[in-house]
């Protein structure tokens, strides 16, 4: 890295925290220092700084403009870790002096740290952001996973195939954790008949920490080191000690580094093994069993996401005895009581369920949309035998995003100057929100066609790049959507590619399709992007099927699918598109929120009422796709959704979108866009979300009575 000169001397420390990458004023000290570099190094101030040249800093130096603008964001920084006057001291002041364990097995922050798969990752990353600007004293814990999540590229038929990359340490946002003595912090856990020591990594980001575990050392057998190479990686005996690792490692990790949380709250049951942990720690000292699980129940939160059986993680109850033949100690005597808590049978035998675990074990439990809800009080009833359906102790935290990071600074001077420059703090307020109708259509849809240019300029440089890095084939850059109308209504996909989503319904009248698409003067094109999972075979021929749609001559180039989608090119797919699509099969999507990151950006939601858009739905801000069909019978319910898609589009989008008055304004079309934001960002947003965790689990966690040993 170049020397930085004394008077910028803080620049470095600004890179390491991640709190600039959501913080504008921050942003712009890197983009304006080097912009060539700053593209070149794909928006990572930390790889920036370690290549730049000592001119370039010298030149900045030199600029009273981009002084007085490092100045700024280094005095905002100090105020956001001052943690002075914010919500939360406001609000809860009970929290004052404690703090909030969020353990999440995935957490996408920026992509220069791929740390995350998916949906679960970017949500563990907006609530950890939004904590931040909040004021809540969170701690988030999870992997550091130094090969992270794999890198996609697409073969010429069509199967996807998985490149991993190791990660350099150099040019990523972390440093070393320390124990309260000043030494780098490492942590032993107990694995089967074998100890594996863990080394715990730091991530700043604002007023929030992560504390990230790696058993990347020499000191552990090859295998060992290994266990946190890879994000979902491995069989089920990898999976099992990852989350053994994850839950006793994460607790051992924080009383390392001298942190006793209030409350932890487990993001999905992958961390459940932390109440173990916690549940012995305590048995040690003198506590009963009993009165040790209520005391941890007491002080845990549990977010479950999955409304798909099949996503709930269990194993063999003698696959867990062995790898946690070590991690008993004194607590040995109420090993059947703890395996207890993790019996549940789905119809496949007893198995240990992380999900049931994380359940008995929680004070308090959440689904993450309304009618979520209502899908995991059934599916768990059994959990709560001779319990009515209504008294389940199981709420809704609908999801949110973050608008600071989602939303385009196209969208965000509109709202500058329409809402006033202090919007971002009323936010979450619907009657503040009502702002938005004022603003012009003139410049709501000159706000929108510039997304809309950027996403296209977006595309045609990553072909570019493809072409003159690996020379991919004409077909291959024909499909990545070089050959896409600027002017056309674009309608984006982009999400896990699984069976439930039904990724390819769209397709299931391929010859109507094409005549939506290729109608004269009012063409559609649709912009697909997302990965499957390593091991979801389905899901990857549903992307190869999609892929060579792509490629069929009938749809005349306005289908596309982009490669290796993360958070980088989420960014210019909901900001850039002009609808976006999700149909999965209901009731199968826990909330989803990709669709509300689009809509804050002006682009309208087109989707299955399921998830968050049952809740989000107001008859005048998206479109809303119901076949009727027989919902037992998956041919007709596929058959009759892809009609309604159809109808839809047809009949609604195409005319709304296209019918300009004397100006080249479509008037319908932006009615529908400004609901959009209106409705959407202060409802679904992770202000109100992280809000409602705070009044609802969080305070009544600390305001109960400690249980007695």
Known sequence: MSQLPDRISRLEELARDLWWSWTPEARHVFRRLDYPLW?????????????????????????????????????????????????????????????????????????????????????????????????????????????????????????????????????????????????????????????????VWRVRAGRVTLYLLDTDLEENAPWDRDLSARLY????????????????????????????????????????????????????????????????RRTTVFTT?????????????????????????????????????????????????MTALALRTAGATNAVSALHGEVTRRMWSAIWPGTLPERLPVRSVTNGVHASTWISAEIRALLDRYLGPDWIDHHDDPAFCEGVLGIPDEEIWHARQTLRAFLFTFIRERARHRWTKSGASASHIVASGTMFDHTALTIGFARRFTGYKRPDLIFADADRLAHVLNAHGRPVQVLF??????????????????????????????????????????????????????????????????????????????????????????GDNGWLIDGQADPNDHGAQDWADAQAIYRLIEEELVPTFYDRDANGIPRRWLQVVRQSIRTVLPRFSARRMVKEYVRGMYQPALGQQPVTK
């Open 233 to 296: 990686g491995g069989d089920r005996e990898t999976r099992v000690q990852q989350e053994i690792l994850l839950g006793v490692g994460g607790v051992r990790a924080l009383k390392a580094v001298g942190i006793t949380p209030a409350v932890y709250h487990l993001n999905e049951g992958h961390a459940a093994f932390a109440v173990l942990q916690r549940i012995r720690d305590l048995c040690e000292t003198g506590w009963a069993f009993e009165a040790a699980l209520e005391e941890v």
């Open 529 to 618: 992007a997302g990965k499957a999972h390593p091991a979801d075979d389905v899901g990857k021929h549903h992307l190869q099927q999609i892929y060579r749609r792509v490629l069929d001559p009938k749809f005349g180039g306005r289908i596309a699918f982009i490669e290796d989608y993360d958070l980088h090119v989420a960014h210019f797919l909901v900001q850039g598109c002009d609808v976006w699509l999700n149909n999965p099969r209901k009731p199968l999507e826990a909330s989803g929120t990709s669709g509300m990151k689009a809509a804050i950006n002006g682009t309208p939601h087109l989707s299955i009422g399921d998830g968050w858009w049952a809740e989000g739905f107001t």
């Open 39 to 199: 593209r070149l190094t794909a928006h990572n101030p930390v790889r920036m700084l370690r290549v730049i040249a000592p001119d370039t800093l010298a030149q900045a130096i030199a600029n009273p403009a981009w002084l007085a603008q490092y100045d700024r964001a280094m005095a905002r920084l100090d105020e956001t870790r001052a943690a002075r006057n914010t919500w939360c001291a406001r609000e809860c002041p009970e929290l004052a002096g404690r703090s909030v364990a969020y353990f999440s097995a995935e957490f996408a922050l920026h992509q220069s740290l791929p740390i995350y798969a998916g949906g679960l990752g970017v949500l563990a990353g907006d609530h950890c952001k939004e904590a931040s600007d909040l004021g809540i004293p969170l701690v988030g814990v999870g992997f550091m996973y130094p090969q992270g999540y794999f890198h996609q590229t697409i073969s010429a038929d069509g199967w996807q195939q998985e490149v991993y990359e190791k990660l350099s340490w150099t040019d990523a946002a972390i440093e070393p954790a320390m124990t309260p003595d000043g030494k780098p912090c490492v942590t032993a856990v107990p694995l089967g008949s074998r100890t594996v020591l863990l080394a």
């Open 305 to 353: 996401h999955t409304p798909v059986a099949a996503g709930h993680d269990t194993f063999p109850f003698h696959l867990v005895e062995k790898h946690l033949t070590g991690a008993w100690g004194e607590f040995g005597p109420y090993r059947e009581k703890f395996f207890a808590l993790a019996h549940h049978d789905t119809g496949d035998g007893p198995m240990f369920n």
